[in-house]
């Protein structure tokens, strides 16, 4: 595996293959709107594009902290970095009885779309034994079963562990029992200690020292991408309950929003009255001695992946109620949440009411999307704010986004052959940001994958006044019953498309194939798809066994 896959960056480069179009392998399923997406052609499809499109869910709430609905897209203005933007997409969701699982493939075909396609709303539980004291892991576990036997009814729960990587112990479902037998029966591989946890990270830590260790950034970093990788291909809004002592990193930068004067809106002439005016960003004051090592660029990348995939976070304080001093853990834990629009649970000793109170929270909400007016795409945060032409009313969403323009930035192709070597490992959760489905046929000592690519999950970058072309890759990874790696095969293909071709190529998919030679024995197979423009990922594995 070693040996093989860190080599990605190289081999993503290599080659430039036909790629076919499958007919009918995925029907006019279109999905939600995700990512970088195109505003129009002549067919009115949407592809994804370099014109990207923001994503931002609300959450209203009454003076009580009750859901508010009955709003419309009237009632909401929305800013960017002080200038309003055109709402283009309006919908408003709530919470109700759970969506029904997505249909089963066939014999040898294999697929990574997601479980539950009608979900509005999904929740994640991050089990986190990497930043987390092993008593204070203990308590919030026994907190977490407590509230699980009650048998909630809740929207699709999935939970996931982060010990020296990320691990899902059990996927998404709705049977509350399940999960509590799952939680109960995990146990982390050795205690976890953190060093000075009660003065860790600064909240605005995106710089490793001998508090917040690179070690700990490291793996906290890929387990969040990893996360985003995973739900990228489901719809609608995610919160991830995220348990755990210490928070080694924020995702958005101090904002401050130079605007002393409430924002007030006249409903009749449809304008504010108090204009809002444009929001800086604060110095980063998180790098201090200790280590040269800097995080920036991987922390704006995975802000932006969370972004995409809709996550808000939810964290809770695994440590409890405790009378040492824990301001900057807790500092850290508030700007999580204020930035992705979820809410921080803190100082208390009843964590089942703080996980209780995460997964009820984001269940109803709102989703406004626009194309920035601002198309330079340097890099920059960009502050998101919205406000409501309604008195009473609080809002929470998202607080901006990294205007980074995809597959740039320092060793741009490194990162992504790490990124997906990780994602084609055997244990790692499947990613369903780039969907797909695959055929695997095997005539021994050959087995055949024919992969049929989602286009709609893909980016299509302009090249001349007539085409559009997306680069991708396909790869099939072999392991042992007993997990060992056995080799790897892959392509790299590129796509030019016309625009009078994008209907048949939407109500079809992009065809790519791959044959590996193996030994006979029963073999495990990751197959995946990288997106090497948007550097969206997609993985499943299947099984076959060759004579």
């Not at 006044?465 to 056995?486: I, L, P, W």
Request: one cysteine or more.
């Amino acid at each position: 595996m070693k040996s093989s896959f860190w080599n990605l960056s190289r081999i993503l480069l290599a080659g430039s293959l036909a790629l076919g179009v499958v007919s009918a392998a995925f029907g006019q399923d279109k999905g939600k709107p995700t990512g970088d997406q195109n505003e129009a052609y002549s067919s009115g499809e949407k592809l994804r594009s370099t014109t990207r499109l923001v994503v931002v869910d609300v959450v209203a709430t009454d003076h009580d902290g009750h859901p508010v609905a009955g709003l419309n897209a009237d009632n909401f203005v929305v800013y960017e970095d002080g200038k309003p933007q055109r709402v283009s997409n309006f919908s408003f969701q709530k919470g109700g009885a759970a969506p029904s699982q997505s249909a089963v493939n066939g014999a040898g075909v294999f697929s990574n779309a997601p479980q539950y396609k009608d979900a509005h709303c999904l929740n994640i539980i991050l089990l986190d034994a990497l930043n987390t004291e092993f008593a204070s892991y203990a308590y919030a576990r026994d907190q977490l079963i407590k509230y699980l036997e009650t048998n909630p009814s809740v929207q699709p729960t999935a939970v996931y562990a982060l010990e020296e990587k990320l691990t899902l112990l059990y996927g998404f479902t709705t049977d509350m029992k399940v999960l509590t037998e799952v939680i109960r029966e995990y146990k982390p591989k050795a205690p976890q200690h953190v060093l000075d946890v009660y003065s860790a990270a600064s909240p605005f830590a995106r710089k490793g020292d001998f508090k917040t260790n690179t070690r700990t950034m490291d793996v906290t970093i890929a387990a969040l991408s990893g996360l985003a990788q995973a739900l990228g291909g489901y719809p609608g809004r995610k919160n991830l309950i995220w348990l755990s002592e210490t928070f080694p990193l924020t995702l958005f930068p101090e904002i401050i929003m130079n605007d002393p004067n409430p924002f007030t809106f006249d409903p009749a002439a449809k304008k504010a009255v108090v204009p809002v005016t444009t929001p800086t960003i604060a110095g980063d004051p998180s790098f201090r001695n200790g280590t040269d090592r800097d995080f920036v660029e991987e922390v704006e990348k995975v802000a932006n992946l969370m972004m995409s995939a809709q996550v808000a976070i939810y964290p809770v304080d695994a440590a409890g109620l405790e009378r040492t001093n824990r301001f900057n853990a807790m500092g850290t834990m508030q700007s999580l949440a204020e930035r992705t629009g979820g809410k921080a649970f803190f100082g208390r000793n009843n964590l089942d009411m703080g996980v209780r109170s995460s997964i009820d929270d984001g269940s109803t909400y709102y989703t406004l999307a626009y194309y920035p007016e601002n198309k330079n795409w340097d890099g920059k945060f960009r502050v998101i704010q919205v406000k409501i032409t309604k008195e009473g009313i609080g809002l929470r969403h998202r607080q901006g986004y990294y205007a980074l323009d995809p597959g740039t930035g320092k060793d741009a192709d490194k990162g992504l052959g790490h990124d997906f070597s990780a994602a084609m490992s055997l244990d790692a959760p499947s990613a369903t940001s780039i969907q797909f489905k695959a055929q695997v046929a095997q005539t021994a000592p050959k087995v055949l994958v024919k992969f049929a690519i989602d286009p709609h999950s893909l980016v299509f970058t302009k090249k001349d006044d007539s085409h559009q072309q997306a680069a991708v890759s396909c790869a099939v990874a072999a392991y042992t019953e007993k997990g060992n790696f056995v080799k790897q095969e892959m392509a790299s293909l590129t796509a030019s498309v016309k625009e009078d071709e994008f209907p048949k190529l939407m109500s079809s998919a992009l065809g790519c194939e791959k044959t590996i030679e193996l030994k006979s024995g029963s073999y495990s197979l990751v197959l995946g798809v990288v997106d090497r423009s948007s550097r969206l990922i997609g993985t499943t594995t299947a099984w076959v066994k060759v004579p």
